[in-house]
């Protein structure tokens, strides 16, 4: 069985801190690697995507990928009230549709 | 204005009673993809589809079926619902893969 792990949290952070969100993953196959985020009431929407190992860093975002480790992580940097939500991981493992996500770890930023 | 559909919004059912959940995107997307989502679990695929005529589970797909006869849109079927299937259901679609999938407003189902 496939698993994507995440911490629920709640995680909370001050404004104008990073915020550091992480996710583990058992298959070593694993091909694509995405960071979603929810507003409470809301639906998903994607914020990162990653495929290789190392930074990607988009705006404010940073996803971080260590295949090796298993590992792949969103930073949030001078995090805003506005980014208070749920983020979900989510792993694609195969050159199919098929999609794994985590549990989600709620944010709080904090003013 | 590009998006993805779902009717009905909110639904309550009893046990057994058949219903769909429809969904439908004006995107022109090859992909389409139905979730669930319940506390502490997030997001578990049910089915999804790759193009039209092409259909596969996901994580969790028993008690449920899906049909892909035209691209616009990708039904929820559930034969005989079960208080288990309690939740709220997310359609997303995308073009070429599951790569940048736009999810739907979500359908909140309660069966009794």
């Known amino acids: 069985q496939k698993e994507v792990e995440q911490n629920s949290g709640p995680l909370s952070v001050p404004e104008g801190a990073i915020a550091s969100l992480n996710c583990t993953y058992s298959?070593?196959?694993?091909?694509?690697f995405f960071w979603y985020r929810q507003y409470s009431g809301k639906s998903p929407e994607l914020i990162m995507s990653i495929y290789s190992n190392g930074d990607k860093e988009d705006g404010r975002f940073t996803a971080q990928l260590n295949k090796a480790s298993q590992y792949v992580s969103l930073l949030i940097r001078d995090s805003q009230p506005s980014d208070s939500a749920t983020y979900l991981c989510?792993?694609?493992?195969?050159?199919?549709?098929?999609?794994?996500f985590g549990q989600g770890t709620e944010l709080s930023v904090k003013p | 204005e590009a998006q993805v559909t779902q009717n009905p919004r909110y639904l309550i059912t009893v046990t057994g009673k058949k219903l769909t959940v429809t969904c439908s995107q004006n995107m022109n997307h090859e992909y389409m993809s139905w979730y669930r989502q319940d506390p502490g679990l997030g997001l578990r695929q049910i089915y999804y589809s790759m193009n039209v005529e092409v259909t596969d589970k996901g994580d969790v797909p028993e008690g449920y079926k899906v049909s892909r006869k035209e691209k616009r849109n990708f039904p929820l079927i559930l034969e005989s619902p079960s208080p288990n299937q309690t939740s709220l259901y997310f359609c997303a679609s995308s073009f070429g893969g599951v790569e940048t999938q736009y999810f739907g407003p979500g359908t909140r189902l309660l069966v009794l």
């Open positions: 989510a792993v694609k493992y195969n050159q199919g549709g098929k999609l794994i």
């Open positions: 298959d070593r196959v694993s091909q694509s």
